[in-house]
């Protein structure tokens, strides 16, 4: 939510600037996503998470906690008129729904003006991001913004006898402010008079019953609602509003009364009339919580002594009452904190108070588990599977396989989301072949040479009807084309081979072609095991060692998107010079443009000269290279070989 | 630039074009090294399905049911919908699972288990966020396991994983499964002092110039995690982490794109 660095200053009068209080809050409460100036004020987006909602989405409650980290005095702003609390003429009251509706708090006021709101409201609005729409409902906004409590208003002069908290009817209709034709049923709480639905329960007003320019009579709501049924109203039909948000977070129904006194007090000054009084049904209260927090516990959890003095301190800056008796200490927590529930609760506000940074590393003593498994037998079934799938990754990758991570989600399988992202990813994938495939296709189209192989291989979860997942192991080889004396069948043979001698001598042989799906063409062969089945059958393994593949740290270089121009120079040299030497003086001669090699293809002497042929791959990160652009380049390559005094062969 | 730190790390390095050599996926590389630091530190590997029940990914993990906290998860359910089953959104399913069958055997703590594993939210994918991801979760259950325990196992792990000694920082923040719950920070491995305390002010792309970096979200294993497996929350404390294995990555390797991880683009992977 949106903060106004003026607005909480109202409730902490001596507020620290604002990047100080940026800090204070990151370090002790939330986390804050950016503080920006805007105008003579300046914005705080805070990220306020569940534990927090019910009582920080507003000005006071992140004022509050500004208050007791900086150890700040909090003024609560006076009304500047009493509310008058009793029976009320023409306002009626009924909550049929029971436990749907926690508490209803309802004011009557005649001779209200509607207008505009005075600059100072709606520019307090707008700081945050609300449109100013007129006095009425500005005023509202600014005490939902302020103290978390969503209000309503209906004009008075449209609502036919009591108001009654109810649920809908199956058949009854409403339209919403905002002009939507709502269907409801018995599942959804409607705020109703006697010709049917005014308002949709903690999420939306109603237009039959709305404030506009001629209203002079208003009836004012400030309530509280269970919060999963607001939530699952919001969820069917598909509204969220500020509103149903406070709600589905529990706020708490105490907040209603203060609320409606910050409400009318507003509303006198922006928008006159009388105020006749407040009828406040509230069947069961909320009971005033105590918590016993046992010292020795919390220091325990924190694993540092936290002065008691301290601890105390700490606690009565969050407004909990604290009485002392030997270690413990009886709290009683304030209303609004319905979060703080146990003592493992309080444990979190002593320490992020008092300030993680102070709390010093420390291990336990090395007596207690475990220790790391040595040999697969005496280990879990996880650690050997872990070590087995490395052991795999091992010998593929010395058998210069790349392993490749592939997307879960597709367009075809045999299970299906129910909620999916796109079309072509409702699906999770049931083998791995299909996509390895796609792209040991996708990458001869980067490939230098006819000869040279794309080989890939994934282990991966695979998903089965019924629910069941299957890890499995695919690996693949593929050539652009059909290269003489290549069997690709054969080549995966071989690494089969290598990968069943991990499997007990006795059933070696055991990981058939039918364990295995094997597809194939004369230039691509792709074959998908069920590694749970493999698993099984291995005893013990020879220790992984992954080193050689280990990557240091170092900044990746970025793949271009733009189209490649490959280009072959070859060049008669001397016998005693090196491929190497003339790589190097070519490199030497090319721009940044010069992606891959030089690389030689091709080598052979004759009458006592050496032909040599190298590639060399042209390519841009910002643009489709021309091959005028390519040509130029080649003129450097072969003007540097020249100056060698070598022949370039054309 | 950045100033030298104790963490050598050679930017210059130029990537080998080395056609024969096969090549680990830069997610495997990180997920090995910090297995392989926490089973210095005494962890075990453990696992669990992708394919999930609300009971081991919200209800034992403290999201009550019909609550806002599951809206911090946008989850993946699937067909037919009366099974209630999704795709787990993360990996801390497996705290539930490991302790249920430990409980089951007949066994009881201390125990430590690292779990790397995929995970899924349903969210829409950019450079920054992916709707499959990967995490790396620990679990440690023992007697009288504090906030101090937790600082002291993250800072051995990324002694271990970087061979230096770096402070770390805790943020209070919000995960249903712990209490107290924190995210925490590692001084950026680019900008530190020979202490191994963080450097602010450069133009680092690691960490904006902060000398922080974010690495994940930990805490105290809340007691209703214990209560909903069966173990006495008076007796039994622990702490839990999560780690982004595409963060660890990205930043290791100043890797701009997550999407990058899943193309099956060899020109990328045989960087790593």
Known sequence: MIFSYNWLKKYVPDLPAPLELEQGLIFHA?????????????????????????????????????????????????????????????????????????RYVGERATGVKVGDSPEWLAGQLEVIGQHSINNIVDATNYVMFDLGQPMHAFDADKVEGAITVRRAKTGETMTTLDNKELALDESILVIADEKGPLALAGIKGGKRAEVDASTKNLILESANFDP??????????????????????????????????????????????????????????????????????????????????????????????????????GLTIPYWRVDLQEPANIVEEVGRIYGYEKIEPKLLPEASPLGVVQGLASGSLAEKRFAVFNKIREILAKDGF??????????????????????????????????????????????????????????????????????????????????????????????????????????????????????????????????????????????????????????????????????????????????????????????????????????????GRKSLAFRLVFQSYDRTLSDEEANKEMEKVIEALERESYEVRK | MCSGGI???????????????????????????????????????????????????????????????????????LKPEKSKKLLRSQTSDVQIRYMEEMLEEGKEPPLRIVVPGKVYRQEATDARHESQFHQIEGLLVDKNVSVAHLKGYLEEFFKSLYGADLDIRLRPSFFPFVEPGFEFDLVCIRCHDKEGKPVKGNQCPLCSGTGWMEMGGAGLVHPNVLRAVGLDDKVWSGFAFGIGVERLAMTKWAIDDIRFFTNGDLRFLKQF
């Not at chain 1, 959890?301 to 009452?321: A, F, M, Q, S, Y």
């Not at chain 2, 530190?41 to 403290?62: K, Q, R, T, Y």
């Open chain 2, 7 to 77: 963490v050598c790390f050679c930017y210059n390095q130029e990537v080998k074009d080395n056609e024969e050599k096969g090549h680990l996926h830069p997610l495997n590389q990180v997920i090995n090294q910090v297995v392989g630091a926490f089973h210095d530190l005494g962890f075990s590997v453990a696992e669990g399905p992708e394919i999930e029940d609300e009971f081991h990914n919200f209800d034992a993990l403290n999201f009550p049911a019909d609550h806002p906290s599951r809206d911090m998860q946008d989850t993946f359910w």
């Open chain 1, 228 to 329: 999963v049924l607001i939530r699952k109203t919001g969820a069917k039909l598909g509204i969220k509003t500020d509103a149903s948000k406070r709600f589905e977070n529990d706020l708490s129904p105490e907040t209603a009364l203060p609320a409606m006194v910050r409400l009318v007090d507003l509303l006198q000054r922006v928008a006159g009339g009388e105020y006749l009084g407040v009828v406040d049904v509230y069947p069961s209260p909320q009971e005033e919580k105590e918590i016993i927090l046992d010292l020795d516990y919390l220091n325990k959890k924190l694993g540092i002594v936290v002065p008691p003095d301290e601890v105390r301190d700490i606690l009565e800056r969050l407004e909990i009452e604290v009485v002392s008796q030997d270690n413990k200490l």
């Open chain 1, 402 to 607: 790349i392993e490749v991570l592939g997307y879960a989600l597709t367009d075809k399988g045999e299970v299906e989301l129910a909620n999916p992202l796109a079309s072509d990813k409702a699906w999770l994938r049931s083998n791995l072949s299909d996509w390895l495939g796609e792209k040991i296709n996708f990458n001869l189209e980067h490939v230098l040479f006819d000869t040279e192989p794309v080989k890939i291989f994934e282990i991966g979860r695979v998903f089965k009807e019924g629910h069941n997942e299957e890890t499995h192991l695919v690996i693949g080889i593929g050539y652009r084309k059909k290269i003489k004396g290549v069997d690709v069948t054969q080549e995966l043979a071989k690494v089969k081979e290598k990968i069943s001698e991990l499997c007990e001598i006795q059933s070696r042989g055991a990981l058939r072609l039918d364990l295995a799906q094997l597809k194939a063409t004369d230039t691509i062969a792709v074959i998908e095991f069920n590694l749970d089945e493999l698993i099984d059958k291995v005893q013990e393994i020879d220790p992984v060692n992954l080193k050689e593949f280990m990557s240091p740290a170092f900044n990746y270089k970025k793949v271009s998107t733009y189209p490649r121009i490959i280009r072959d120079v070859a060049v008669w040299v001397p016998e005693t010079t090196t491929p190497e030497f003339v790589i190097d003086l070519i490199k030497k001669s090319v721009s940044e443009l010069c992606v891959v090699g030089p690389i030689l293809f091709d080598e052979f002497a004759k009458e």
């Open chain 1, 30 to 102: 939330f986390e804050v996503e950016c503080v920006e100036e805007r105008g003579r004020d300046s914005l705080l987006d805070i990220n306020i998470l569940p534990d927090r909602a019910h009582d920080c989405l507003c000005h006071q409650g992140v004022a509050r906690e500004v208050s007791t980290i900086f150890k700040l005095p909090f003024s609560e702003p006076e009304p500047e008129s009493d509310l008058a609390l009793g029976r009320v003429q023409n306002l009626e009251i009924k909550i049929e729904a029971g436990t749907d509706c926690r």
